[in-house]
């Protein structure tokens, strides 16, 4: 049946959020179709409601169309909901006593399973004799960036992995009498702790883990995702769940590319990505498609693995990018040449030179391929986004000053001042594509929101400090990047992301002043997904 959504303040904007006003009322078809989006005087409301349309009164509120994460961890942040959060720990002791009171709490879990913890929590140190006497069980620390799995001995043990070599692009680290110490990085967590997790955790439990994870989205206003790192084991769980019945949020999938030993084992992966997008694309399986590959080309700043041009100012360190110019081009050729889209993780100056000259050299305009992250680009490399037609995908959460504050010593000050360029790469001409990276980080759109537009802390609200405001964006702008910045990111723009006339009626209602200093306090009430409601937080 036609439903006429009215008594609100309905976003209006260009793609980037430029002339942005607010309609009165939104009309759509019996599929869930916007077809008029105006006042309360236009023709087709006065037909619609002699015909006895139903009516749905958003009581003043603000309707923006529904977020779509562009970057995240679908099968990872449904298990996040289950595992400790050491996020609010500041040392040692906390963490210690976290892990306690979990294990207290759940004494027939096989295993412990943690997440937040940070570098500078532990001085930069993760070995499993610190958190060895907690508990028998195996225990497994996520970093909060997903880039290190944290493990006690038993974990370890569980895993296999004393004798195990290190795989390419990661670290096992070892002691002086090379045992395994306790942590694993980078490619290591990715190919060695993930598949092992995924493979011991019971199937009905991936199954909760995903239900858990839509109506976590649903119940913040998200409509759509893009999940950043596909792999056999959550593409499986995926599938069971879809065969379960529709799901009320839109998925586009990037598969992960892990580092091997030879370039046809690389591209064999891509091979893999390419068969799933003929079975999984826009015409066969709109809401839930392969649309391209990952590929991780670096670390993070706080752990001294982002691939920099200078070395670090703490240690000297000096950390190149996982994949080489000649390792990645291939790899985006074969892709670009199938009709994927790369997503290329690039955190540090250098890795981000090395991934728009792949991109440059290897791919073909209109693509859409994107970069992750991007929180050191030169002001060179920040203007060749735009002009390369490279989608710029950006997580405002992790630029809030709470969790920077070892950054200056880690970069000196000169080079924070280059730290989240987002309003230098819009300038530029990229799309901004906004994404929260959960479960690194809280998936709240509306909390995202206020770091990109204030470059305030979420996380700590009364910190006055504030990241590099120049780079800050306009409300509107935010807005759009997280809903039609997303949308476009991923080719989903002809049917989602803007409250317009052919487009789909997924709606986010929210309790808000249209104020960025009061983001904080902004609420979502109701979420609507083709028409339908999907989250209504006064029922």
């Not at 290190?148 to 569980?158: D, F, I, K, R, Y």
């Not at 091979?271 to 392969?290: G, H, K, Y």
């Not at 690194?440 to 990241?467: G, I, Q, W």
Request: proline share 5%; charged share 25%.
């Amino acid at each position: 049946m036609a439903a006429l959504f009215y008594n609100g303040r309905f976003f209006q904007s260009g793609p980037k959020g430029e002339n942005h006003s607010f309609a009165d009322l939104l009309l759509t078809d019996a599929s869930g179709k916007i077809v008029h989006v105006g006042s309360e005087n236009d023709e087709q409301i006065k037909a619609a409601e002699a015909a006895g349309v139903s009516k749905h009164d958003m009581r003043g509120r603000i309707v923006l169309p529904g977020f779509i994460d562009g970057h995240m961890h679908f099968l990872m942040l449904g298990q996040s909901l289950q595992k400790a959060g050491l996020e609010a720990c500041k040392n040692l002791q906390d963490i210690r006593r976290t892990i306690n009171e979990f294990a207290a709490a759940h004494p027939s879990v096989a295993r412990i399973m943690c997440k937040g913890w940070m570098h500078s929590m532990t001085n930069g140190e993760a070995l499993a004799s610190m958190i060895d006497d907690l508990d028998p069980r195996p225990i497994f620390i996520d970093s909060k960036d997903l880039h290190s799995t944290w493990c006690n001995t038993a974990a370890l043990n569980e895993m296999g992995v004393q004798d195990m070599p290190d795989p390419e692009g990661g670290k096992i680290h070892r002691d002086e009498n090379g045992k395994a110490s306790g942590l694993l990085s980078e490619a290591a967590a990715v190919t060695i702790v993930w598949p092992h997790i995924a493979r011991v955790a019971p199937k009905e439990e991936k199954l909760a883990a995903l239900r858990g994870a839509v109506e976590a989205y649903n119940a913040a206003g998200y409509t759509g995702l893009v999940e950043m790192a596909m792999d056999e084991n959550a593409w499986e769980a995926l599938q069971m769940l879809r065969r379960e019945g529709t799901l009320p949020i839109r998925i586009a999938v990037h598969w992960l590319i892990t580092p091997r030993k030879t370039e046809a084992e690389n591209l064999g992966q891509v091979d893999r990505a390419i068969e799933l997008n003929r079975q999984f694309n826009a015409d066969t399986s709109p809401d839930c498609r392969v649309v391209g590959i990952k590929v991780i080309g670096d670390g993070i700043i706080d752990g001294c693995t982002a691939g920099l041009s200078e070395p670090y100012t703490s240690n000297g360190v000096s950390c190149d990018p996982i994949w080489s110019l000649a390792e990645l081009g291939p790899v985006v050729k074969k892709a670009d040449a199938a009709g994927l889209q790369c997503a290329l993780h690039a955190i540090g100056d250098k890795t981000i030179r090395v991934a728009i000259d792949s991109l440059e050299q290897n791919a073909s305009p209109g693509r859409r391929h994107r970069i992750e992250h991007l929180e050191l680009a030169s002001p060179e490399d920040a203007a060749r986004l735009g002009k390369l037609g490279i989608t710029a995908s950006i997580q405002p959460v992790h630029a809030d000053p709470a969790i920077l504050r070892a950054w200056p010593s880690l970069l000196g000050p000169s080079r924070c001042e280059r730290a989240f360029a987002y309003k230098e790469f819009a300038d530029g001409g990229a799309v901004l594509a906004l994404g929260s990276d959960a479960p690194t980080a809280p998936h709240a759109p509306l909390k995202n929101a206020y770091t990109a537009a204030t470059r305030r802390s979420a996380r700590e609200p009364k910190l006055t400090d504030r990241m590099n405001p120049h780079f800050a964006l306009e409300l509107a702008a935010t807005i759009a990047a997280g809903t039609e910045g997303s949308a476009y990111s991923c080719f989903a723009d002809r049917w989602t992301g803007k409250l317009e006339v052919g487009r789909m009626a997924d709606l986010a209602v929210v309790d808000m002043e249209w104020d960025a200093n009061k983001l904080l306090e902004a609420r979502v009430m109701q979420t609507w997904f083709s028409g339908e409601k999907v989250f209504d937080a006064e029922v």
